[in-house]
């Protein structure tokens, strides 16, 4: 659980930036075991305030406030065969969407950030929704 910020001087705060969710997001990755990371590979990081239309449409979606996250790429088990001119695996995160969830849910906004990038490495690693979903359940 996160710390609660009892200051309250909401009143001057913004939302947090696409910049400052990618730094989230840099911790997080930096704070996963080195071995993980070593097995991730190349992997870059994108924060964009929603998905994109085409997205939204090919994953079937209700709205653009459906999705956090995103890995793009080939996941580790088909990476033996190289197709030329491929750009590196990516991980996007959805800014308006994670905070839309963080303002509903009793998590703080690193816990979020790092729920969601695990979860879309998980994809790199071609593990299946519900797999990532009984690995987080036997976690302790």
Request: charge should be negative.
């Amino acid at each position: 659980m996160g710390i609660r910020d009892h200051s309250g001087d909401w009143g001057r705060r913004l939302a947090p930036s696409l910049e400052e969710i990618e730094a989230l997001a840099l911790e997080a990755y930096a704070n996963l075991p080195e071995t993980f990371r070593s097995l991730s590979g190349e992997i870059r990081f994108h924060v964009a305030d929603f998905p994109e239309d085409d997205v939204i449409e090919e994953m079937g979606l209700e709205g653009p406030f459906d999705l956090l996250g995103l890995f793009e790429g080939r996941a580790v088990s088909a990476l033996a065969t190289p197709v030329t001119g491929e750009l590196p695996n990516r991980i996007l995160l959805y800014r308006r969407p994670i905070l839309d969830y963080w303002a509903e849910h009793e998590e703080s906004l690193g816990t979020l950030v790092t729920h969601v990038l695990i979860h879309e490495i998980g994809h790199h690693f071609g593990l299946s929704d519900s797999d990532m979903e009984a690995i987080e359940a036997a976690a302790p």
